[in-house]
């Protein structure tokens, strides 16, 4: 069996080449340039397949690892570029999708019209099809100079392969699934006032992957088009639609996944000599516990979102239960579970996953702990240390300084390391009754563990006493609104200017602190659409 | 008690052998992650070495030249066997070769068509290699310090006449947890074959406690381990209590539980096939809980000899020729010395004894043991339907002395091995040598 | 502030770093479009598999230091010429799950298929081999070929699932007529023609290359590299083209031998000895002469009953009736034929190692797997499950590695393998097999 170098192949490149001689830069004629591209996230990219092929359409391939840029995944969006190998994976991607879809098993489910030949083009049913599945995957109506030359390819492909379906493959692989229309968010922007603010289906994009992590549905696609998305009004009632419907639990999943950084487990190993509790089953086990939790609290109960730093319920499986040290009933393979006060947990910050993602493999670390959560729940990032610090003392676990809080102590009174450590280690300090994979442990050779702290010149005792600590902070409240809306638009969360969100987090703390009220505060805020022009180059080859 | 107290708690435990001893409903529970036969070795090193339990050593290969001899086999027909011209082999042994000897092995009685693993009175007793030293693991079960072993930590009357009959043969010789089927079968069970939960429960202490109650039962759940194969602590595990369960009230002294009474629980098993449930009449059990919250234990009684035979001999329907090969084992000369040394539970019509002493020994890690408000299945053995056919059958002709001749063969059915005067059927048997339940007879 | 398209181009290139992902050309598929065919590299990477049975002997094969430069153990000594050009795997496991554990049969499919066998003798899905031969096999008269050393026909462990596998040659005989008897085509002789639509595709990207002098000047300095992504994927598509108008280059040195005679093949140690040696050789060639590009050679079947003539015993059944020596702590007898088994994938890699292709040898242009179905036989057990890969798959492996899997499942390696080789996976595997983790100490 020979390479198919065919004549399709031609076909292909000439299309490519009639692209650029046509446009520069942008991959096709349309309504208003493009203004920033963000690629889609894996979640996204294979819930927006599932919602436009069908769940059954298997997605195998390899994506662009994200990027945390401002503690959040989804701002790397607007910055990552794809990669050789990355363009790679989405191309074999496309066209295993294109593959199946086109499968004659398949054909009556995806495509609608039959072509007067199947060995011949018929550009009235191949119009059809690319436009329908171009419509869902560019998540806007193709334009009239887009879909010619699409349409174009498909027929010359059908030609040389004598097969009408060969040619609709290709046009999905290749100009459908593998275009940068469909890859990223192609957001758009109209004046508003002195402002720009996105174009109706920027828009619908924007606000169906927020919500539901996926691509814009047919309402969502029909509100766009009839200018609704570009009225507050519009957007108000989609908004309540979106928020009212079960599927905001995968974008509050998505949002909590990003925000708490549970894709950290990716990457976590523990020793497992020393951590006998641990194995395969660990990492998912407590992302789901925590994504649970988090759920739960916010959106099924409705609670106050304070509550996720002093909650005792969770969600545990049978192996969490092995970690946690209690018993499972084993009604399903999640039972709900409260830890008593005497536990000392408090939270998410002493869920497993918290505790053992900025953890060492083989022991515990409080500055890890402090500083990732300091980043996470106060959106205050810690500077990486100094070129030359000498970690010998800190690391000695054999020496003289029995517990980690002495050998911390010791390692931070240089001023140049206290800066840092004053902040953060108080705070991890306060976890250490549990260890580097989120198990209790209320002493550490042989002598008794110290948990107090102080934070902003509060003391407490514990992970208890530091949850209320942050429970009560308003910054915790700020930052978690902070994350939200730069979950949102995609933007570095430290960039964002608190103006952006800030009627919104009024509505979020007179409220109660609930999250339905501060996701649709920020959804229906004008801020939330709002994007700036670019700032002009400072030299042009050519103007 | 405070967060503060309980760290002080934990430090007087460390720092002290045993807490102060509080009045209050307890539970333990425990996964069993080591079981088998509680036979004690002689020697000091290895597992074949000739020791005080069997001096000439381990039971040796048999002489299949010696066993497949009778009347009416001639020494041609024992040479085909051996070394069939039919397989281009080096005269060794391998799987095809296997087949055709375990075919000829069934056939060892007075007459060429009596199957003499259903009908093993119907050939001579050809004697068994029994343990013959002093010492043994076990329970006094008849209350006569006059019968049996001294325990190794000298206590008298050590019921254990299994041990007397298996003890010296290679598939259970060996150090504690070293033998050969003592550890494949440990293997299985830590694998997911079937598991052991132990929970001790009681209202006083359970260091020592007059009123405690002990449950020990099948759990369906997976045994999990560590990265170096370690069961791994305070997982939790469900018992099952339609079958292979047994709850019975117990006494405890220094951490030490003593109960008696009749005892279902998950058998001595290795393979898919022979899961199961076992009963020790009169049954005894001994279990201490180590300081370092781990369990060691014996359990033993009488248990149903045929039964014990049955199930070597018909796990599946033909794993006696396993035993007979790859674990040196003399089908016949174990049921006679089964009967021979079967010491209790006498039946009431004939006196013959239908028990034989047993005891196992264990060890567990601590668990959770959990109820469940739904039944709890249990995985059934993997078997042919063969296998228990013939464990009936035997059971019907050895309780009568009656001969029981083959069933009808049916060609293709799993575990089907044909009779030695249908060539043909041979030959395709030994072709195809599979099984069809997905489970390979290989020993 | 006035804004016009132009000034919103020049923020593009300003603000967002981004490279616009052009719809990628289908030339890289084939027919079925799932495949990404070999690159512009003139010499194509090679994969196989060295199955034997009955595992390793612990006490005797792993070594106590883990990474580069590990001690070469006694069981090993045969690879110690190669330990640069291997890998060592160990500790790595199979899982069962709720299927059962079927002696000498779970471990061969969980590592040959990532899933955990519900029947005996029967695989849940295509083997690993035919999965990389899809994608890399394409372009040679077989797709991958199957080889018996010791001769019986049912010991193939290549299957596209199910009951089946790819019938393997049986004799040195049969092997050298199946690759250079009838059939043959020697590309040194004979007629050899371009395809002409080849000739018409690559005038087509010509075009293309054009319109990058005229559009590169247009982009500005942020975009210019994502750009120049894009289009060296393109020039890679015009090398591909332009060695596909090439005659075939059969770059090793070699030389086809005449055939062999006919020899006895069983499964006598002895035997195995004469009759490895030949079948590697031929093995060697085929991959050197591109008439295939995976080959799967199994010396025994997994419960190996390969045996020392005069010895009663075969290596299965003394992996279950010779004791434990209690002084050396493992069974004499069955740990021999372990080493046998070494011995003989020693004669495959060398084989290949022999032959100089380009700047390496073919071994350097392959990826063998060698694997067993369990870690120690006596018990069945699917915990430390031995495996090798030989090779470094034209780079992209790197070797000298003793990697210690410490519990993981053995998926890792079939993971680790099929990115090496180019194909687009992220996981492997089933239930708890199922893993998303490769040995990235040895990837490239």
Not at chain 1, 49 to 59: E, L, N, Y
Not at chain 1, 388 to 414: C, Q, Y
Request: glycine share 8%.
């Amino acid at each position: 069996m020979t390479r198919k170098y065919t004549a399709h192949c031609v076909a292909i490149l000439s299309y490519l080449g009639g692209l650029f001689l046509n446009t520069p830069v942008l991959a096709a004629k349309s309504p208003e340039p493009v203004l920033s591209f963000r690629l889609l996230t894996e979640s996204e990219y294979r819930h927006s397949i599932a919602d436009i092929f069908g769940p059954q359409i298997v997605i195998q391939g390899r994506f662009e690892p994200g990027r945390r840029i401002g503690g959040l995944l989804a701002a790397s969006t607007n910055v990552l570029s794809v990669t050789p190998g990355g363009f790679e994976g989405y191309a074999k991607t496309a066209g295993s999708i294109a593959e199946q879809v086109t499968r004659p098993e398949n054909r009556a489910q995806y495509i609608k019209c039959t072509p007067k030949s199947a060995s011949a083009p018929d550009d009235a049913c191949a119009s059809q099809f690319i436009s329908r599945y171009g419509r869902l995957l560019f998540r806007r109506p193709l334009s009239n100079e887009e879909l010619k030359p699409r349409v174009a390819l498909a027929a010359k492909i059908t030609t040389s392969s004598k097969d009408f379906y060969t040619g609709l493959r290709y046009a999905l692989a290749v100009t459908l699934l593998a275009a940068p229309e469909f890859l990223f968010q192609n957001e758009r922007a109209v004046p508003a006032g002195r402002d720009l603010t996105l174009d109706a289906y920027s828009r619908a994009s924007r606000l169906s992957y927020l919500m539901w992590n996926t691509t814009p549905d047919e309402e969502m696609l029909k509100a766009a088009a009839s200018g609704e998305l570009a009225t507050d009004a519009g957007v108000a009632k989609q908004v309540d639609r979106l928020m009212a419907s079960p599927r905001l639990e995968t974008g509050m999943r998505a949002f909590f996944a990003d925000m708490l950084q549970l894709d950290t487990f990716d990457n976590t190993v523990k020793d497992t000599l020393i951590y006998q509790k641990y194995n395969a089953q660990f990492g998912p086990s407590a992302t789901e516990e925590t994504l649970r939790t988090a759920i739960d609290l916010t959106l099924k109960s409705n609670g106050d979102v304070r509550d996720l730093m002093t909650t005792r319920k969770t969600t545990i499986n049978r192996t969490l239960a092995a970690i946690y040290n209690v018993p499972f009933d084993f009604d399903g393979e999640w039972m709900p579970y409260e830890f008593s006060k005497e536990s000392g947990r408090s939270g998410i910050l002493t869920q497993v996953s918290m505790l053992s993602m900025f953890s060492h493999p083989g022991r515990s670390s409080p500055t890890k702990r402090g500083v990732a959560l300091m980043d996470i729940f106060l959106c205050e990032p810690t500077p990486l240390p100094p070129a030359n610090v000498d970690f010998s003392i800190v690391n000695n676990t054999n020496g003289p300084l029995k517990t980690v809080r002495e050998r911390l102590l010791a390692h931070a009174t240089t001023p140049a390391c206290a800066s840092c450590h004053t902040h953060s280690d108080p705070i991890g300090l306060s976890l250490e009754h549990f260890d580097s994979i989120g198990s209790e442990r209320l002493t550490e050779n042989g002598a008794p563990i110290d948990v107090s702290g102080k934070l902003n010149k509060k003391s407490f005792d514990g992970a208890a006493g530091l949850g209320q600590v942050l429970h009560d902070d308003p910054k915790f409240t700020a930052c978690f609104a902070r994350k939200l809306y730069s979950y949102g638009v995609g933007a570095n969360s430290e960039d964002v200017d608190a103006a952006s969100f800030k009627a919104a987090y009024k509505t979020f703390t007179d409220k109660g602190y609930r999250l339905r009220d501060l996701l649709k505060a920020i959804a229906t805020s004008p801020e939330f659409f709002k994007v700036s022009a670019p700032q002009p180059a400072e030299k042009m080859a050519m103007q | 008690m405070t967060k503060a107290m309980r760290v002080l708690a934990l430090i007087s435990v460390v720092a002290v052998a045993a807490t102060p001893a509080l009045a209050a409903p307890w539970v333990r529970g425990f996964i069993v992650d080591q079981y088998e036969p509680a036979f004690y070795y002689g020697a000091k090193t290895g597992t074949m070495e000739p020791g005080t339990d069997c001096p000439k050593g381990t039971t040796p290969d048999n002489d299949y030249n010696l066993l497949l001899k009778t009347k009416w086999r001639s020494d041609a027909e024992i040479a085909k066997v051996l070394k069939p011209a039919t397989l281009e082999v080096d005269g060794t042994f391998n799987s095809q070769r296997e087949f055709l000897l375990s075919a000829a092995l069934r056939y060892r009685g007075f007459r060429r068509d009596i199957d003499t693993w259903v009908n093993p009175f119907a050939a001579q007793d050809p004697g068994m290699q029994e343990v013959t030293g002093k010492i043994g693991e076990g329970f006094d079960l008849d209350h006569n310090p006059k019968t049996g072993f001294i325990s190794p930590a000298g206590q008298k009357g050590v019921d254990n006449n299994l041990y007397r009959v298996m003890g010296c043969g290679m598939a259970y010789r060996g150090k504690p947890f070293s033998s050969y089927l003592g550890t494949r079968a440990n293997d299985k069970m830590l694998e997911g074959l079937f598991g052991i939960v132990i929970r001790v429960s009681g209202t006083k202490d359970p260091m020592n406690d007059d009123n405690a109650v002990v449950e020990i039962g099948y759990t369906p759940e997976r045994i999990i381990k560590d990265a170096a194969g370690k069961v791994v602590p305070d997982y939790s595990y469900r018992i099952a209590k339609a079958a292979q369960y047994t709850k019975l009230s117990a006494r405890i002294k220094n951490g030490v539980i003593v109960g008696e009474a009749d005892i279902r629980m998950p058998v001595f098993s290795w393979f898919e096939n022979n899961r199961g449930e076992i009963t020790f009449y009169k049954g005894r059990l001994q279990l201490g809980m180590n300081p370092d919250t781990s369990l060691t234990g014996l359990v033993g009684g009488y248990i149903d000899w045929r039964q014990y035979y049955g199930r070597d001999t018909f796990d599946t329907s033909s794993s006696a020729g396993t035993r007979e090969t790859y674990y040196h084992e003399n089908q016949l000369a174990k049921y006679y010395a089964l009967k021979r040394n079967a010491d209790g539970l006498p039946d009431p019509k004939t006196g013959q004894n239908m028990g034989i002493s047993a005891a196992f020994r264990l060890t567990g890690v601590r668990a959770y043991v959990r109820d469940s408000s739904k039944v709890v299945a249990i995985n059934e053995p993997l078997s042919s339907k063969a296998a228990p056919t013939y464990r009936e059958l035997f059971r019907k002709a050895s309780m009568t002395a009656v001969i029981i001749p083959d069933p009808p063969r049916r060609r293709g059915e799993d575990d089907e091995i044909p009779a030695p005067k249908d060539k043909e059927q041979q030959t395709v048997r030994n072709e195809e040598g599979k099984s069809t339940n997905g489970i390979s007879s290989d020993p | 502030m006035r804004f016009n398209r132009r000034s919103l181009l020049r923020g593009l290139s300003q603000g967002c770093a981004v490279s616009v992902a052009l719809p990628f050309l289908d030339c890289f598929l084939d027919g079925n479009g799932t495949a990404l065919a070999a690159t512009a590299e003139r010499i194509p990477t090679r994969f196989g598999t060295y199955f034997w049975g009955c595992g390793l002997t612990k006490e005797l094969y792993l070594p106590k230091a883990v990474g580069q430069g590990y001690e070469m153990t006694p069981q090993l000594k045969s690879l110690s010429a190669y330990q640069k050009k291997i890998n060592l795997i160990s500790g790595l496991r199979a899982f069962a799950d709720d299927n059962p554990n079927i002696q000498h049969w779970t471990g061969v499919a969980a590592i040959s298929t990532g899933m955990a066998p519900s029947k005996d003798r029967e695989f849940e899905t295509q083997t690993i081999d035919q999965t990389i031969a899809g994608t890399i096999g394409h372009g040679t008269r077989f797709k991958s070929l199957a080889v018996a050393c010791s001769g019986n026909k049912n010991e193939s462990y290549s299957s596209l699932g199910g009951p089946n596998t790819n019938p393997p040659d049986v004799s040195p005989v049969g092997l050298y007529t199946r690759l250079f008897g009838p059939g043959f085509q020697d590309p040194s002789k004979g007629d050899w023609k371009p395809d002409p639509k080849v000739l018409l595709e690559q005038s087509a990207l010509s075009v293309v290359d054009e319109d990058r002098k005229n559009l590169m000047q247009n982009v500005g300095a942020g975009d210019k590299p994502r750009l120049e992504q894009y289009f060296t994927s393109v020039r890679e598509l015009e090398q591909t083209m332009a060695a596909e108008l090439q005659r075939p280059n059969i770059v090793a040195q070699v030389s086809i031998p005449p055939a062999p005679g006919e020899m006895p093949v069983n499964k006598s140690v002895p035997t195995l000895r004469k009759v490895v040696p030949v079948m590697a050789k031929l093995v060697a060639l085929g991959l050197a002469t591109d008439q295939t590009r995976v080959v799967n050679v199994a010396l025994a079947e997994p419960a190996s009953t390969i045996f020392m003539p005069g010895d009663s015993k075969p290596f299965h059944q003394a992996t279950h009736e010779e004791p434990i020596d209690p002084t050396l702590g493992y069974q004499p007898v069955t740990s021999q034929f372990s080493t046998y088994s070494m011995e003989m994938f020693a004669e495959l890699v060398k084989a290949l190692d022999d032959i100089k292709e380009g700047d390496g040898t073919l071994l350097d242009h392959s990826l063998i797997l060698a694997y067993t179905d369990t870690g120690f036989a006596k018990l069945h057990t699917l915990e430390a499950i031995p495996m090798l890969l030989a090779g470094s798959a034209s780079g992209r492996v790197k070797t000298g590695f003793h990697i210690a899997g410490e519990g993981g499942p053995v998926t890792r390696v079939g993971l680790t393998v099929q990115q090496a080789l180019g194909l687009s996976v992220e996981t492997w595997g089933k239930a708890s097999m199922e893993t998303k983790k490769p040995i990235t100490e040895i990837l490239a």
